[in-house]
């Protein structure tokens, strides 16, 4: 195995030490995501939290309900909507005509302060667009078209504003005769509805923030609270109102402004430098190649992001498509595909720059795939199509089969394998059994070949699938043969949950890798979001925190290559410009050069808004604190650093700075106090 080194840290920063001055972030910002909902307005970087969706409505006895009942087909896949896909079911219903992550298709485009998203909701398409205004403003405009006949109570913009806010607040009227409402106590009638009124303004105010709507004629809204939706008020703005056929449109233009209290409290840092836990190998990516815009990606990253770990695919499906032949026969012959060729290369060329890398499997040969178990013919409707357990054998081989060939053509070898996701069936289904089998047996084959090669516990599709690898933990026979605990981070983010990984590696006494680093699966039908700086800071928090709480050996980005780019241009997802690195890029690039081999470290923080993870080596005396302020400019006041450190190097990535340097942070009896822009992820480390 190639192990990685420890890195001699050579930052290129924009501006020389010492002169980069700290300045507040002014301007207003509203936070949307790609699939159209708020997540609130930022006002010199704090969020004034709210939020927002898209819906589809039906009267069900006064009472505005989804539109669609679950039928007995779907009924049946219940806990697996429910894990997998994210669909809130209660009551033998699911909130199908409500916009929300990974539930229905959706775009992204920017034009200058403007966002656009266009969402599709059954027969219902929505456009909304947010244009930032002067401090604290949005304005909003949503249009819809029905596509098709639907007996609708009606297609709403709903604002969701948090309870813990405005629950001893109230809410006025302009453009109406109604007294204000109070949210304090009970509401006023069986239906859970404050009001329903016809009004050209509201105005929320709480001891802390307030919201305002301001329309451009009289609309006719309905404020109320809903038994699924516990801790927010509702407000629902029509867009079309009654049923709807072929080409009935609708259209609603408002204004919003938040103002409130601005949070600059300082947060204290505390690390645990007594405790060093599990090692840091490096930063990794995933470079699954998919795309002819693949190299330029690529090219940039191995360039210039100093990398640990790699993971690329094993096209299987390709490589062995015939059970009665030897694939390296053929490959020796010169007859090998030009999909297997190039993911060789690519294999090589990450292992000849010093990573050690794992290989996942997402198709296999029809040969090995039991077939009548295949996707639309299981009664579960789940995804995937298991293996053919007939052909244990000569799957087992076949695999093999293609890692001896890298190390034979390629002089490359391959330290871990897996199939990807199995447990959601993306695109191998496994049950916890038989990948136990899959792992004592496929993990004995390599042994007998010669190979040192591994098998992943778990490759998970998130972190809510801790029930996969339960089967494998409590097999001894199964334990030599395992690589590391593997997850991908695109679901299952509580702390909770988190820990149930952490506890598995150490349970174990394995690794923890991060086998799909991100935060949106379905990102890349809008890949255009991917450029935007909200997506930048949710990605890079969830990263610390993951390295916090998992203490992981590696994080694999999704993807280092076109697919989920980190780079923008290039035509990469339609945008002409040319090929640039986006703050995504500059976050992870500041994280990539965390030094290897580096042991993680307890770190806490007494802000919620302030995220933090430390590492270090007591010997070496390196040592590393990267923060996340989700929030308003303030300072960190840092303890528990070693008396011989006496100054840090400081980083800083946001939409203003790529990876800037500021003047070193002097260090005195183990204390250091860091100023933090507005929304930011800063490292410290030591010289």
């Known amino acids: 195995m190639i192990w990685p080194v420890v890195i001699t840290l050579l930052f290129i920063s924009a501006c020389a030490p010492g002169t980069m001055q700290r300045e507040e972030i002014t301007r207003t910002e ?82 200058g302060n403007t966002q656009i998203v266009d969402v599709e909701l059954q027969e219902v398409n929505f456009i909304q667009e947010v244009e930032a205004g002067e401090r604290g403003k949005a304005h909003i405009s949503v249009r819809a078209e029905a596509t098709g006949e639907m007996n609708l109570a009606g297609a709403y913009f709903t604002l969701e504003l948090p309870r813990k806010t405005y629950e001893k607040g109230e ?37 802390t923030e307030e919201l305002e709507v301001q329309f451009h004629e009289p609309v006719h809204v309905i404020i109320r609270g809903e038994a699924d939706f516990p801790d927010h008020i509702m407000v629902y703005i029509p867009v079309i109102e009654g049923p709807v056929v072929e080409g009935t449109t609708g259209e609603r233009s408002f204004t919003l402004r938040v103002d409130g209290v601005i949070d600059r409290t300082p947060a204290d840092i505390v690390v645990d430098t007594s405790r060093p836990g599990a090692v840091w190998e490096g930063f990794g990516g995933n470079f699954r190649l998919q795309s002819p815009r693949d190299p330029q990606v690529i090219d940039f990253v191995l360039e210039n992001m ?5 993971r690329n695919e094993m096209p299987w499906h390709l490589w062995d498509p015939d059970l009665h032949t030897d694939p390296r026969e053929r490959a020796r012959a010169g007859d090998i595909h030009p999909r297997v060729e190039a993911a060789m290369e690519m294999t090589q060329r990450l292992y000849q720059m010093g990573m050690p890398t794992m290989l996942a499997a997402w198709w296999g040969p029809d040969w090995a795939l ?35 060939y890298l190390r034979e053509a390629y002089d490359t070898e391959v330290q871990y394998f897996s199939f990807n996701e199995s447990d959601l069936g993306i695109d191998i289904r496994q049950t916890p059994a038989e990948h136990t089998k899959l792992i004592k047996e496929l993990g004995a084959y390599f042994e007998s070949v010669g190979l040192p090669t591994k098998v992943l516990l778990g490759d998970a599709a998130d972190a809510n699938a801790f029930w996969f690898i339960d089967h494998a933990m409590n097999d001894p026979e199964a334990r030599p043969y395992m690589g590391p605990v593997s997850y991908h981070s695109w679901r299952g983010w509580d702390t909770d949950i988190l820990q149930r990984w952490t506890d598995a590696a150490r349970r174990m006494d394995l690794p923890l890798v991060i086998g799909e680093g991100s935060i949106d699966a379905a990102g890349h039908r809008y890949g255009r979001f991917f450029e935007e700086s909200v997506y930048a800071l949710e990605e890079i928090n969830l990263y610390t925190r993951i390295m916090a709480i998992n203490q992981p050996m590696t994080i694999l980005q999704w993807q280092l290559t076109a697919d989920y780019s980190v780079l923008a241009g290039g035509g990469i997802y339609g945008n002409e410009e040319p090929l640039r690195p986006t703050v995504r890029y500059w976050n992870l690039l500041q994280l990539a050069h965390t030094p290897h081999n580096l042991h993680h470290m307890p770190a806490g923080s007494t802000h919620e808004k302030v995220t933090v993870a430390a590492l270090g080596d007591n010997e070496e005396g390196v040592y590393a604190v990267h923060m996340v302020n989700n929030g308003a400019a303030r300072t960190a006041k840092i303890s528990g650093l070693p008396d011989d450190v006496t100054e840090l190097r400081f980083f800083t ?27 930011s992820f800063v490292s410290l480390m030591t010289p």
């Open 370 to 404: 039991d077939m009548d178990a295949a996707p639309g013919i299981d009664p579960r409707g789940l995804r995937g199509t298991p293996l053919d357990q007939e052909y244990a054998e000569q799957i087992y081989e076949s695999i093999a089969s293609y890692i001896l």
């Open 306 to 310: 100093p990398l640990g770990w790699g």
């Open 171 to 207: 809410v006025r009227f302009s453009g109406s005769d109604e007294s204000p409402v109070s949210f304090s106590g009970t509401t006023v009638n069986p239906l859970d509805e404050y009001i329903r009124t016809t009004a050209t303004g509201l105005h929320f105010h709480s001891p």
């Open 30 to 111: 509203p936070e949307i995501r790609a699939w159209s909902n708020f997540e609130g307005i930022r006002v010199n970087g704090h969020l004034m939290e709210f939020g927002s969706s898209v819906r589809l409505l039906a009267d069900h006895e006064g009472l505005l309900t989804c539109y669609e009942p679950l039928g007995d087909d779907l009924a049946l896949t219940r806990g697996f909507l429910n894990h997998y896909a994210g669909l809130e079911i209660s009551e033998g219903r699911f909130h199908c005509g409500r916009s929300a992550k990974e539930r229905q298709r959706s775009g992204f485009v920017r034009e």
């Open 653 to 679: 990535t946001n939409v203003h700075r790529d990876m800037e340097e500021g003047e070193r942070i002097p260090v005195r009896n183990g204390q250091a106090e860091v100023p933090l822009d507005a929304i």
